[in-house]
């Protein structure tokens, strides 16, 4: 079981997923992130952050763990409600005083709040191998930039994406860290499947493009042959594989961050060339039933102005 954390609202619905890479057990996962994207600017929202411990049993707040709420409060100026679960316990916390690191149990809780299988979830995955995969990823990629960026912010930026609509199993994470990894660097297929497994070297050969002599041919090539595989499968099982799942959500994840970037950064002429491969990008990866949430945030983004 490894750390996750989620900012809960008032109304106790899940306002942020965290997932910093390089968490480690028995702290709340922390990074200058979560202050600056989530906890400062919705401070109004929030009624406190959950997160999770390794192994059963009644739970009860590290060092580690009052040091980073005392910080938090501090700084919003105001008190939180912290809640700590295990595989089989929940409980919360807030600060009693008076010395600042005074934190006792609450004495009335949800015991069963809508959100703890999705926190007990996220805690269940293998984590560590989507730490492995950006670690790989960012080795591969160098000193690669994605525009003014570094390439890191491309590939977190996926992510992101997976995570904010739910299509964020380890599997489909570590394709989404790896998904340029064949087209764009020196990583090799067997560097891939010999550390990630084939299931993952499956991912991110599905989203590598074919060749051609220009963007025209390969988007061409590589859109017919994702198209016929879908079908097959389609065709043959009725359902599509997990992975072939995974890498229709990754693909249309790294659509959606590209077209979110050009809307940022107000780049016209790479905006206009998504849009204009925008009805056979669809047309290649459209399934019915599959990451229907992913498709109305694409066809969004392709419409916006």
Known sequence: ??????????????????????????EIPDSPELWHD????????????????????????SSDDTSTFSAIERALGRGLLWWIATRDSLAAFLWVGPGKYDYDRASVIDEHPSWLPRLRELSAMPWDLVSEARDFALRAHGNQ?????PYSVHLDAVAGVLREFGHDSAQALVGAYLHDVLEDTDASVRDIEE??????LSIVAFCTDDLGANRRERKAATY??????????????????????????VKVADRIANLRACLTSANTSLLVMYRR????FREA????????????????LVSAS
């Open 1 to 26: 079981m490894i750390e996750a954390a989620l900012v809960i609202g008032y109304d106790g619905n899940v306002l942020h997923e965290h997932l910093p890479p390089g968490r480690s057990p028995v």
């Open 38 to 61: 989530v906890l400062w600017p919705r401070r109004g929202e929030i009624a406190g952050i959950a997160h999770s411990h390794p192994g059963d049993g009644v739970p009860s707040p």
């Open 145 to 149: 930039f994605y525009g003014s960026e």
């Open 195 to 200: 550390q990630f497994g084939a299931d993952a």
């Open 224 to 249: 017919s042959r994702m198209r016929r595989v879908l079908d097959e499968d389609v065709r043959l099982h009725g359902v599509l594989p997990a992975w072939l799942r995974d890498a229709v959500h």
């Open 277 to 280: 491969e925008a009805r056979d």
């Open 285 to 300: 990866l459209y399934v019915a039933g599959i990451c229907d949430s992913l498709w109305v945030e694409y066809d969004r």
